[in-house]
């Protein structure tokens, strides 16, 4: 059963950079359609970008488009969501989600998920 594991986040100022990472075990990474959600206080968790498992398409949320890139390393079994000037509503948990589908950008459809990891955007 795949197992994915986050690392990265932490506390940055706003303008900053972080980059996430989303590694995974038992089983190839590269066949599954992985989606980065963010969980803002009080809010909904929403996918923000997203790879296909098709032909490594990407998707970006209005928000972060121009911002954050979603990558994959085959040879690490890992993506990696790079977010550059960050703002303070950039701030929330992010979690990496896995499935089988062509896309992973609703959190019903995704069957493997990360632990989660908080993002803080302040001075």
């Known amino acids: 059963q795949l197992q994915l594991v986050q690392s990265g986040g932490g506390l940055v100022q706003p303008g900053g950079s972080l980059r996430l990472s989303c590694a995974a075990s038992g089983g190839n990474l590269e066949n599954y359609a992985v989606g980065w959600f963010r969980q803002g206080p009080g809010k909904e968790r929403e996918g923000i970008a997203g790879?296909?498992?098709?032909?490594?398409?990407?998707y970006y949320e209005d928000s972060v488009k121009g911002r954050f890139t979603i990558s994959r390393d085959n040879a690490k079994n890992t993506v990696y969501l790079e977010m550059k000037s960050l703002k303070p509503e950039d701030t929330g948990t992010y979690y990496c989600?896995?499935?089988?589908?062509?896309?992973?950008?609703?959190?019903?459809?995704?069957?493997?998920w990360g632990q989660g990891t908080l993002v803080t955007v302040s001075f």
């Open positions: 790879i296909s498992s098709i032909d490594d398409k990407l």
């Open positions: 989600a896995a499935d089988l589908n062509a896309w992973v950008l609703t959190p019903q459809v995704a069957r493997y």
